[in-house]
């Protein structure tokens, strides 16, 4: 179906693999048809030793052809560490998908709400 292998072993949540795809070249921001990335996988996932290897390749943190980002997909899936490793990596919090929500906007987690207001307005460049 033309999805990459490198968003296969990102959504199953092998990390040595997709460290070793990345280190033989494969495209960090390959995504699926459907505009989906390796990384906004695993942000769904909660895959975060498979985020901490695509992170050292510096895929997109922003908005993607989809209309969303991986920290949109991290709210989503409520997981508190890869929120916080999607915001310490630079993913801005003040980003609106294509529905105009921002990441606070899709959680009641007050965790997550609070780690999301105190990174507001303090990115790294």
């Not at 908005?63 to 915001?87: F, P, Q, R, Y």
């Amino acid at each position: 179906d033309g999805t990459a292998p490198l968003w296969i072993a990102s959504q199953m949540g092998h990390s040595e693999v997709v460290r070793v795809m990345l280190l033989r070249g494969a495209e960090r921001d390959a995504a699926r048809h459907d505009g989906t990335t390796a990384l906004l996988k695993a942000a769904n996932k909660g895959y975060n030793d498979v985020i901490k290897e695509l992170l050292k390749f510096s895929p997109t943190l922003g908005i993607l052809k989809n209309g969303t980002s991986a920290l949109h997909a991290a709210v989503l899936s409520g997981n508190i560490k890869t929120v916080a490793l999607l915001l310490e990596a630079g993913a801005d919090p003040a980003l609106r998908n294509k529905a105009n929500e921002l990441p606070a906007e899709l959680t009641k987690n007050e965790h997550i709400l609070r780690l999301l207001r105190s990174k507001e307005g303090h990115r790294k460049s």
